[in-house]
């Protein structure tokens, strides 16, 4: 099945610096998705983001799905972006396998953001 | 609030038995989502439900077991039970029948004793 790389695996960050989180996929996909599960177990969906730029407040997120894989920018962090944040990915049709129709998620990034 | 509803949010059992876990889609969602999280296997897809109909399966035991209702709930049935069942469940809903975008439930935080 597809394989889903997130990195870095932790990052510690104070308030209002600026971080870059990334994730690689090893197959062609057809559905990307970034979400944020919060200290309280929450999981909340960030983007829904196969391919190209969106942006969302603080947050954006670039797909470059020829090169496999995505980034997720966050601005100005403050501490209530403190968890953990999850790339999650389906496989398309000719990837085959047991990866289309279904979505894979990576390990995440724990983030941590000090006042 | 996503608008994806799970009870209860807390449950725990014995080894050996059995519980049933339920989920209300959001409004006008027709695909249901199971999802387990360990801390060994991370978040790890069960099974989908597409208007009534089973549409995708993945890493779900033959002890467990779903179906979502005419109403569009489901709910999620894990038999005897084992220690390494203890996990936290999640329920997803999405519009369509293709993933996009998922809305997740608080969970059902499971533990086996």
């Known amino acids: 099945g597809i394989q889903v790389e997130q990195s870095p695996p932790d990052l510690i960050l104070q308030e209002g610096a600026n971080s870059t989180l990334r994730c690689n996929f090893s197959?062609?996909?057809?559905?990307l998705q970034w979400f944020h599960q919060n200290p309280w177990g929450q999981l909340i969906n960030l983007f829904y983001i196969p391919s190209g730029t969106k942006q969302n407040g603080r947050l954006s997120a670039t797909t470059v799905a020829t090169e496999r894989y995505s980034l997720l920018y966050i601005s100005s962090s403050q501490t209530t972006d403190s968890g953990v944040y999850f790339c999650?990915?389906?496989?398309?049709?000719?990837?085959?396998?047991?990866?289309?129709?279904?979505?894979?998620f990576g390990q995440g990034t724990i983030l941590t953001v000090h006042p | 609030d996503s608008g994806v509803t799970q009870t209860p949010k807390h449950l725990i059992t014995a080894t050996g038995q059995r519980v049933t876990l339920r989920c209300s889609p959001r409004?006008?969602?027709?695909?249901v989502y199971w999802y387990q999280q360990s801390l060994d296997q991370g978040l790890q897809f069960l099974i989908q439900?597409?208007?009534?109909?089973?549409?995708a399966k993945g890493n779900i035991l033959e002890r467990f077991s779903a179906q979502q209702f005419p109403d569009l709930h489901s709910e999620l049935n894990l038999s005897s039970l084992e220690l390494g069942d203890s996990a936290l469940y999640f329920c997803?809903?999405?519009?369509?029948?293709?993933?996009?975008?998922?809305?997740f439930g608080n969970g059902t935080r499971l533990t086996v004793t």
């Open positions: 997803a809903s999405s519009v369509g029948r293709d993933n996009s975008p998922l809305h």
């Open positions: 409004s006008g969602d027709l695909s």
């Open positions: 439900y597409y208007n009534g109909e089973e549409r």
């Open positions: 999650a990915v389906e496989g398309d049709f000719n990837a085959g396998g047991t990866s289309y129709g279904k979505l894979t």
């Open positions: 197959d062609s996909v057809n559905n």
